[in-house]
């Protein structure tokens, strides 16, 4: 069975930092790859950062929103996906989900608050 599960969520300040955590059990997310999507209150769920799977070299991708601010990392020795998130604005309010294809596994999500 398939479970990823979200960590470090939380409020935080507008320019804080937090670092969300997804640990995945039961797929390797080296091998299939992940992602993180955020669903901010009234607004269609939104791709924002992926990790392409080894064979791919790793790779990543970030929206334009994003870029500079959050980085997407992997430590394949702990099957676990970060996201680091800087400079954080209030428009980055959302639940954040994270995502694994294979074919298509969800978290529960881990709410972020930026908000001063």
């Known amino acids: 069975q398939v479970q990823l599960v979200e960590s470090g969520g939380g409020l935080v300040q507008p320019g804080g930092s937090l670092r969300l955590s997804c640990a995945a059990s039961?797929?390797?997310?080296?091998?299939?790859?992940a992602g993180w999507v955020r669903q901010a209150p009234g607004k269609k769920r939104e791709g924002i950062s992926c990790?392409?799977?080894?064979?791919?070299?790793?790779?990543?991708y970030y929206v334009d929103s994003v870029k500079g601010r959050f980085t997407i990392s992997r430590d394949n020795a702990k099957n676990t996906v970060y996201l680091q998130m800087n400079n954080l604005k209030p428009e980055d309010t959302a639940v954040y989900y994270c995502?694994?294809?294979?074919?298509?596994?969800w978290g529960q999500g881990t709410q972020v608050t930026v908000s001063s």
């Open positions: 995502h694994a294809p294979g074919p298509d596994f």
């Open positions: 990790i392409n799977p080894t064979s791919r070299d790793s790779t990543t």
């Open positions: 039961g797929v390797a997310l080296d091998s299939v790859g």
